[in-house]
């Protein structure tokens, strides 16, 4: 099952694109992050030059600022484009699951009363 | 106390799991990794420490860049500032330390990850592990056409069966290496994609160190089985392709320390890599063909003679038989040559009694003939009935006179002897005869047809075989 790339994102990748809604460097992504999410999501300097450059690569970010090898970037519209379908695509199973948990309780309720009744 | 050791680089390319084990260890017990090279890694004597090493790729590094680019230095400084510290790379590999108690993983995306070692693999490992499989299939390929084609002569070889068991290591190596990977990677994406777990990569350090063991030992087993002036003759052989590997490496990196760039220096070492083989085998080629005229690959002689000008060597090995066991002639001015060949499984010794150059003319042929007989020998006792049909198939896709030959039975056999044979053309006897022993065989070639009695002294002095 292979997953076309971007196509969804993971963590990683969804968190380095949110911390470039503001302009920064690669070192503050990796202090971001774990800000954003509580500690509950690192990202590791090897990860984080990589999705760099795959992410440029790919036009969702840009170069803002190169000083000496301390480069700042920011996100695009390509890349806003892709977060936001992620998210929505996030927003998509939380309501999938909520309509069939729904369903699900609804179901097991009625059983119940039927099964008392 | 050391200040150093020295260790064979025996690692996967992709193991990134066992080397940072490995060097975690190496840590613990007070061993630093200071140098990556080509062959061996240098570790350094330190305090032993609990350390941490992880290793990532980085695709864009080349084997031939004369230092790190920009972008590779971006990498490493982007590494240092998460305490990560560049300790070793070779190529793609990039080997990383870091002091701190809990550092956050160099690697924190299983898929990330997965995609750039297959990017690194693809220049570093996939390639060359690929060409060298692909000749080692070619070669096992020959090998065992000439094992069908000439099976006794492979067989009864220790050289041709050594070569032959070093490219069937070859192949399992890379073989092993090249599914190993694949399988690794198989199960790593599945699991990225499924929980973005990472999945560790399996060791076979041991395996290939077994490997190159096992092959080094036969080696030096085999360089001692042999006769001292055959001795030369293996070193040379062995001396040609570690010359080519020594002078492209020497070259690329004397480049690389030159600072010549990444593109000339490919281009140079590719260069080299065709031409230094091809150059080297004219030049070996040309100097084997004047040592062996030198006579530097014969056994010593035990005269010479001389015979038209030209010199010829005379031997005076003992043979189980000779032409004057048969014959009432005179044989002490003969040549008897024994050559021996053997290995673990078959050992053959030809025998020649002839009699000098210019002493045999055609109207004294009966008085001073040719006699010469091979001894097979069946070392590895499974083998006897393998033995016997290729030497009686042998006959039959001899064309003899135009015509296909095949050994006839005869009767009765001398003592000793289990079966006995006579090679025919179909329309006559030759004088060839096969002799069938407990463990040995004997083909027998005369220059006159042997007598009954004859062939009862013949079977009976070679019943002992050799």
């Not at chain 2, 992709?14 to 990794?33: K, N, Q």
Request: charged share 20%.
């Amino acid at each position: 099952m292979a997953r076309p790339k971007f196509q969804t994102l993971t963590e990683q990748m969804f968190y380095c694109l949110l911390a470039l809604q503001r302009e920064c460097c690669g070192m503050d992504i990796m202090d971001r992050v774990p800000a954003m999410t509580g500690g509950r999501v690192t990202v590791g300097s090897g990860t984080l030059y990589h999705l760099l450059d795959q992410f440029l690569a790919s036009g969702m970010i840009c170069e803002t600022k190169v000083e000496g090898r301390r480069r700042s970037y920011l996100l695009t519209e390509k890349g806003r484009a892709v977060l936001e379908e992620e998210v929505a695509r996030l927003r998509r199973q939380l309501e999938d699951y909520g309509r069939i948990m729904a369903d699900y309780q609804a179901a097991t309720t009625a059983t119940k009363e039927e099964e008392q009744a | 106390m050391r200040k150093r050791k020295y260790r064979l680089a025996q690692f996967t390319f992709y193991d990134r799991t066992g080397i940072a084990a490995d060097l975690t260890a190496e840590a613990a017990r007070g061993w630093m990794l200071d140098k990556v090279s080509y062959f061996f890694w240098r570790f350094r004597r330190i305090e032993p420490r609990a350390l941490h090493f992880a290793v990532s790729y980085f695709p864009k590094a080349s084997v031939f860049d004369p230092e790190p680019g920009e972008e590779q230095r971006s990498f490493e400084e982007f590494c240092l500032q998460s305490g990560w510290q560049l300790v070793g790379s070779a190529a793609q590999m990039q080997i990383f330390c870091n002091e701190r108690e809990n550092p956050v993983p160099l690697e924190t995306d299983a898929l990330v990850e997965l995609e750039n070692i297959h990017k690194a693999a693809k220049r570093g490992f996939l390639l060359p592990y690929l060409l060298l499989m692909i000749t080692g299939l070619l070669q096992m390929g020959l090998f065992l056409s000439s094992l069908f084609r000439d099976s006794l002569r492979v067989l009864g070889n220790s050289g041709y069966l050594f070569t032959g068991f070093s490219w069937a290591v070859l192949l399992c190596m890379t073989g092993t290496e090249l599914l190993g990977y694949f399988r690794w990677r198989s199960r790593a994406k599945k699991a990225a994609l499924e929980d973005g777990s990472f999945v560790p990569t399996k060791s076979t350090r041991r395996f290939q160190l077994a490997c190159l063991w096992v092959v080094l030992v036969l080696l030096v087993l085999y360089f001692f089985s042999l006769e001292a002036y055959l001795r030369g003759f293996l070193l040379s052989s062995l001396a040609l392709p570690t010359l080519v590997i020594a002078s492209v490496i020497g070259t690329r990196e004397v480049l690389k320390r030159w600072k010549v760039s990444t593109g000339i220096n490919r281009a140079v070492t590719l260069g080299l890599c065709i031409l230094l083989p091809v150059a080297l085998s004219l030049f070996t080629t040309r100097a084997i063909f004047a040592m062996i005229s030198d006579g530097r690959f014969q056994r010593p002689a035990a005269e010479t003679y001389v015979y038209n000008g030209q010199t010829f060597s005379l031997y005076r090995d003992p043979l189980p038989l000779y032409v004057s066991d048969l014959l009432e002639i005179d044989d002490s001015r003969y040549s008897a040559q024994l050559t021996t060949t053997t290995s673990p499984l078959i050992a053959t010794h030809t025998a020649v009694h002839r009699p000098r150059l210019g002493e045999r003319n055609q109207s004294d042929l009966f008085y001073k003939p040719d006699l010469s007989y091979t001894v097979t020998e069946v070392r590895f006792a499974p083998l006897y009935g393998f033995c016997r049909r290729a030497l009686l198939e042998q006959a039959t896709d001899r064309v003899l006179h135009g015509r296909w030959g095949e050994y006839l039975p005869i009767e009765p056999t001398p003592e000793g002897v289990l079966a006995a044979y006579r090679l025919s053309d179909g329309v006559s006897v030759l004088n060839r005869w096969l002799l069938c022993y407990e463990d040995h065989f004997v083909e027998l070639q005369a220059d006159w047809a042997l007598t009954a009695e004859q062939l009862e002294a013949a079977g009976q002095r070679l019943a002992g075989g050799m």
